[in-house]
């Protein structure tokens, strides 16, 4: 796990777990079907972080699911919020984290993550003030929601009839039936000189020359999808799964339908976000893998939903 993608809320922070469960009357959204099969899943090494545990790639088969078109978008999660009367955990805890480079430059000093400086804890941020009170989701209705942890996201998916993926279907997914490529459209990280999703350009933290058209998140659907017809499955937000993260689990993963570790510290975070660049983080990569505590959020985190 690492700092740089999302950072975790403290223990001894205060507050209590938002996780519900919900009848299924809400909408899952636009998906994909994704046939019953088998893939390629993770790395041999040489493209990403050996301690994050991307290896050995090895044969995965799953039954068939169906996969969010798009991560759940803030007009998606404004009506869960508005037909349960959900409150995250976020707005429970009174703050969440925000990348310092999104801030006003008259920003009050608050608190940072000592191992990665440009994440602000923000009192009063949460997914309907992204950058805190001063900023509002009017004109984002069509991005997708952050400030969400995970329970918040489990919860979600229950209204909507629906679970978060698992690791390996996130990853199939993602992919597009594109088997041991790096991104969701092949090996180049810019074919062409195109850029294909919404990671960080310039010179990482201090100066985003926003090349590919955004500083923050972009709307869904702003990339061309993959294979499957999936949106900004790189890049964009990090998308919670279901599994516990373990950097040793590929070692001894089943090879039918594995569902990860039975216990652990942090979930599994797949994808990356707008904030990933490759002079220090490059897990903007379909077989790259994260982790964060479940109470956990910041503005760069998201999910989509499987059934």
């Known amino acids: 796990m690492s700092a740089c993608c999302g950072p975790s809320r403290d223990e001894s922070a205060e507050g209590d777990s938002g996780a519900s469960s919900f009848s299924g009357t809400g909408s899952a959204g636009d998906l994909a079907a994704v046939p019953a099969g088998s893939f390629l ?8 972080y050996p301690a994050d545990g991307e290896g050995p790639r090895h044969e995965v088969e799953l039954d068939a699911y169906s996969i969010g078109v798009t991560t759940v978008t803030n007009a998606q999660f404004a009506a869960f919020a508005d037909d349960t009367g959900y409150v995250t955990e976020a707005e429970r805890f009174g703050n969440s984290f925000v990348f310092a480079g999104l801030l006003p430059d008259d920003f009050p000093p608050t608190r940072g993550v000592a191992a990665a400086p440009w994440w602000r804890e923000v009192i009063g941020a949460q997914w309907r003030h992204p950058e805190g009170p001063q900023s509002d989701i009017a004109a984002r209705a069509d991005h997708p929601v952050v400030h969400v942890s995970w329970n918040d996201a489990v919860a979600f998916c229950s209204w909507a009839g629906g679970r978060l993926p698992t ?8 992919r597009g039936g594109h088997d041991g490529r790096t991104y969701p459209w092949g090996d180049e990280l810019e074919p062409n000189g195109e850029h294909r999703m919404n990671v960080f350009q310039g010179t990482f933290p201090a100066s985003n020359t926003e090349a590919d058209g955004f500083a923050g998140t972009c709307p869904v659907r702003s990339f061309e999808p993959n294979g499957l017809g999936l949106y ?7 998308e919670w799964c279901s599994d516990w993260f373990d950097p040793g689990y590929y070692q001894r993963s089943p090879s039918a339908n594995p569902t990860g570790p039975d216990a652990g510290q942090a979930r599994v975070m797949r994808g ?3 904030l990933c660049h490759d002079s220090y983080c490059n897990r903007y990569r379909v077989d790259a893998r994260s982790g964060n505590s479940p109470d956990s959020s910041a503005g760069n985190i998201g999910f989509r939903v499987v059934t």
């Open 167 to 174: 690791e390996a279907e996130w990853e199939r997914a993602a």
């Open 272 to 274: 990356g976000s707008y």
């Open 41 to 48: 899943m993770g790395n041999d090494g040489g493209v990403g």
């Open 232 to 238: 900004e499955v790189t890049g964009n937000v990090w």
